[in-house]
């Protein structure tokens, strides 16, 4: 353990350091993480604590930051672990709120989906059947599907037969016209659904039931779009720690990847070219087991005025969304009940 000197490319500068464990991982100009921590042969979890430095003033300061830690969880080695309320958290903009999606096409609950009694936007509650009122949200889409998908497949892999279907809980905390920055950690939004959480939660322990979060639903871009906002794919992968982190620092230990569908409606708001899509792709390349990237909403989906959809729009952008979490969620089943969110 000699202390060694690292060249740091770019600069005239050595990092002098005692290495304990070489990680790999991918920073963006600022020292933010825009990939995943791949801790190879290490089995666990890893605690990685470091600094950057970044040149200010054409390199006539040198910045340095305060330290900061990411605590890595290794999906790959994380059990799934069945549950009675399968709660998925839906956040974003209007879109996300099935925004002007009429007709509604979801007025019945064919399994045992949930929602809080005041509806998928209601903040608190008891629960009550999931069922479409005066929009069609993605929200009935995506759990249906999820039932469907998990009855099919999983009980011709597992046995024993599962005598139930993966039932899940949807609630919507999306903000019609939000930015990132009025809906990311610290905002209104972002606590109404770590409290849409608390609230499941205390539900499920009432009752007697197991719960988790898995997964926060993110149906958003478009006003980022029009703020010309390079670095989305920075604030997605933050979006999707922060989430994690607050929810499991609330007791739960399944991680919270975060599903996101890509902005195709930049032509419609007199856009050539949007910083959106590209970021949202990059997001997911760069953290593919927490950022899932399920579907552009493209010409597949019906639109009503170019940027918001129809209810069956809505319906069918939910079916892709959880289509692509439950192919998922199937995989680490067959595979010895073992995780790759």
């Keep these: 353990m000699q202390r060694i000197q690292l060249p740091l490319p770019g600069v005239t500068c050595e990092?002098?350091?005692?290495?304990?464990?070489?990680?790999?991982?991918l920073t963006?100009?600022?020292?933010?993480?825009?990939?995943?921590?791949?801790?190879?042969?290490?089995?666990?979890?890893?605690?990685?604590?470091?600094?950057?430095?970044?040149?200010?003033?054409?390199?006539?300061?040198?910045?340095?930051?305060?330290?900061?830690?990411?605590?890595?969880?290794?999906?790959?080695?994380?059990?799934?672990t069945p549950c009675d309320v399968n709660h998925i958290l839906v956040t974003?903009?209007?879109?996300?709120?099935?925004?002007?999606?009429?007709?509604?096409?979801?007025k019945t609950q064919p399994y045992g989906n949930l929602m809080f009694s005041g509806g998928v936007r209601s903040l608190t509650g008891r629960l009550s059947p999931l069922v479409e009122s005066f929009w069609e949200t993605p929200s009935s889409g995506m759990a249906n599907t999820a039932s469907r998908l998990f009855l099919d497949h999983v009980n011709d892999v597992r046995a024993p037969r599962p005598t139930k279907a993966h039932d899940a809980?949807?609630?919507?905390?999306?903000?019609?016209?939000?930015?990132?920055?009025l809906l990311r950690k610290g905002t209104q939004p972002f606590q109404d659904g770590i409290n849409q959480f608390r609230v499941?939660?205390?539900?499920?322990?009432?009752?007697?039931?197991?719960?988790?979060?898995?997964?926060?639903?993110?149906?958003?871009?478009?006003?980022?779009?029009?703020?010309?906002?390079?670095?989305?794919?920075?604030?997605?992968?933050?979006?999707?720690?922060?989430?994690?982190?607050e929810i499991?620092?609330?007791?739960?230990?399944?991680?919270?990847?975060?599903?996101?569908?890509?902005?195709?409606?930049?032509?419609s708001l007199q856009s050539p070219w949007s910083f959106i899509p590209d970021e949202?792709?990059?997001?997911?390349?760069?953290?593919?087991?927490?950022v899932?990237?399920?579907?552009?909403?493209?010409?597949?989906?019906?639109?009503?005025?170019?940027?918001?959809?129809t209810g069956t729009g809505y319906r069918h952008m939910g079916e892709a969304c959880t289509a692509r979490s439950t192919t998922m969620w199937c995989w680490r089943v067959e595979r010895g009940n073992r995780c790759a969110p």
């Excluded at 879109?95 to 002007?100: E, R, V």
Aim: hydrophobic residues 35%; glycine residues 8%.
């Design 28 to 80: 963006n100009s600022v020292g933010r993480l825009i990939s995943d921590l791949d801790s190879g042969p290490l089995n666990g979890s890893i605690d990685a604590r470091f600094q950057f430095a970044s040149w200010l003033d054409q390199g006539r300061s040198l910045a340095l930051s305060r330290a900061i830690g990411y605590r890595v969880f290794e999906a790959s080695d994380a059990p799934f």
């Design 248 to 267: 499991q620092s609330l007791g739960q230990t399944e991680p919270v990847p975060l599903l996101h569908s890509q902005l195709s409606s930049h032509s």
């Design 15 to 25: 990092l002098l350091t005692q290495p304990v464990v070489m990680v790999p991982m």
């Design 292 to 309: 899932v990237l399920v579907c552009p909403k493209a010409y597949t989906f019906d639109y009503l005025d170019g940027v918001h959809l």
């Design 169 to 181: 809980l949807v609630s919507v905390h999306a903000q019609p016209g939000h930015p990132y920055s």
């Design 200 to 245: 499941a939660r205390h539900l499920a322990d009432q009752n007697n039931q197991s719960y988790a979060v898995r997964c926060v639903a993110v149906v958003h871009g478009e006003e980022d779009h029009a703020r010309y906002n390079g670095t989305y794919g920075d604030d997605l992968i933050e979006w999707q720690r922060d989430y994690e982190s």
């Design 92 to 106: 974003g903009q209007s879109l996300a709120m099935g925004g002007l999606g009429s007709p509604v096409q979801s």
């Design 280 to 290: 949202q792709l990059r997001a997911s390349v760069s953290f593919p087991r927490r």
